[in-house]
């Protein structure tokens, strides 16, 4: 597998974008997806660029049909997946639980669990048959085991809200900085590589030392 085909997940901005471009650097070819046309075909241009080989199509993981024309896209163009990233996930609406509703609940548990699942389901459709492949799911250190940790991106922002509190949430880990997109990017090329081959059903945490002790 010299020229892995990858397929990312909410990949338009913060990890997703980098993990695109780490992997672009790599050589790999790439389907990037998201729900913002304009800022996908922005990325995909600076994928090739790059020199990757690389296509956007627009999807949204909580439909299954959506989450099946992707990868089946995807296999159309390069011939298989071999490594998927699903980085697709939302902080949904802050504020306390007695001002959440169903809807709000089930926006938020559509992309960040169904969407998972539903995503998992199409890849391992095509991967089985090819007796080969790596899913890489991005999580957060919230759900107290998993990658990664407080990272410098939008989602951290809009769910900080201030600056004060992305300080508190800061101070609580104990490197005391955010990671960079690029380093929890580096390590989802490195799960996806052929020098993971043996790492099956690893948690990674990529959190400056949250998870530790």
Known sequence: MSTPVVL???ALTGIGRATAIAFAREGARIVISGRRDEVGQKLVAELRDIGA?????????????DVRDLVDKTVKRFGRLDIAVNNAGTEGKAGPVTEQTAESYAATFD???????????????VMLPLGSGSIVNVSSAYGSVGAPGA???GMLSRFSVTDENKAALVSTVPVKRTATPDEIANAIVFEGSTKASYMTG?????AGGMLAG
């Open 8 to 10: 990312i997940t909410g």
């Open 53 to 65: 080989e690389a296509e956007y199509w627009r999807s949204d993981v909580r439909h299954d049909d």
């Open 111 to 125: 992309t960040n669990v169904l969407g998972v699942l539903l995503s998992m389901k199409h890849e391992l459709r």
């Open 151 to 153: 990272t410098d991106t």
């Open 202 to 206: 690893a948690t990674i945490a990529v």
